[in-house]
């Protein structure tokens, strides 16, 4: 586990001090596709509807790693969002840690999928990893709003060689709440849907896996699709036609992307991880990418 020193902590709140916490998109660019360049590389993203014109959004960012959180508003301005972060969490004998309380298997640990979870916590993955952390907002009074990793952490049975790229959690609250992903092998050839089901306290891989093409990642679920379609988003390297797509379906070409949500008025937010494109100076920024929900109608 790796600690933050006193120092670290200081020279880190110095190094964010002048960081804006708000943004807009106004109200005249809300009927077409706004890219947002972002400062960080991002993979998974999920969103929750706090109110009839509110939402929000929590972004895994890959390197740091940490989670980007935005409350959003839909007001007379247009889009507003208020953007704070989860850098380092209380583990639970006192220490302050960076996200994740040990090294994965290789030294580095990355941010993979984020969801929101049960009883207000997050659901944090790293790695391709199957294993999901659970950070709940600190009780103890601390300067930080996120807490302890006090409910531990399990993985999902995958099938063997299995590494998971998204991640969406369902119905949290549910007696029985399920997780749907996007898996392949570690060759990265054969991609598939999978879904998961917490029954009594263990979770339990369904059948009848789904066959994706290759470079599809996700995961989202659009509040005015009925029939509660997984939405996904094609990576750069994907070899037919990019865009958004409603299971195996092209609903929006041209936009690349890692992760998808929805907000509650149908509008999808799509994260792209820059990184890895074919550029000569390693990449290009991380966007977060804004479609409007009259270009997604199933």
């Known amino acids: 586990m ?20 708000t943004f807009a998109i106004n109200h005249d660019r809300l009927g077409k596709v706004v890219e947002i360049p972002l400062g960080f590389q991002p993979l998974g993203i999920a969103s929750r509807r706090l109110s009839d ?38 583990y639970e004998d006192g220490a302050t840690i960076r996200l994740f309380p040990d090294l994965a298997a290789g030294g580095a640990n990355r941010a993979q999928t984020v969801n929101f979870g049960w009883n207000g916590c997050l659901l944090v993955s790293r790695n391709c990893e199957s294993r999901f952390f659970i950070i709940f907002p600190s009780l103890h009074g601390t300067p930080e709003k996120w ?17 998971i790229h998204s991640a969406l959690l369902v119905n ?18 054969s991609w598939s849907l999978g879904r998961y089901e917490r029954i009594m306290n263990r979770w339990q891989r369904l059948e009848g896996r789904r066959s994706l093409p290759p470079y599809v990642y996700g995961i989202g679920q659009n509040p005015r699709d009925f029939r509660e379609e997984s939405w996904l988003v094609t990576d750069y390297r994907f070899e ?13 070409p041209g ?14 937010l799509v994260t792209r991880y820059g990184h890895g494109h074919p550029c000569a100076f390693n990449g290009v920024p991380g966007a977060l990418i804004y479609i409007p929900s009259e270009l997604l109608k199933p």
């Open 2 to 21: 790796t600690q933050m020193s006193e120092a670290y902590k200081r020279a880190m709140a110095k190094s964010y001090a002048n960081q804006k916490t």
């Open 53 to 90: 014109n509110q939402d929000e959004i929590a972004i895994a960012a890959y390197f740091e790693p940490a989670i980007c959180l935005a409350r959003i508003a839909r007001g007379h301005i247009g889009l507003q969002f208020e953007v704070e972060w989860i850098r380092g969490i209380h």
């Open 147 to 163: 807490g302890s990793w006090n409910h531990g952490s399990f993985a999902l049975p995958v099938s063997d060689g299995n590494i």
């Open 172 to 189: 949290p609250d549910a007696e029985q709440p399920t997780i749907i992903t996007v898996e392949s092998g570690t060759d990265l050839e």
């Open 240 to 252: 037919g036609p990019p865009g958004v797509m409603r299971g195996t379906t092209l609903v929006l």
């Open 255 to 268: 936009v690349y992307g890692n992760g998808i949500c929805f907000l509650s008025d149908g509008s999808a």
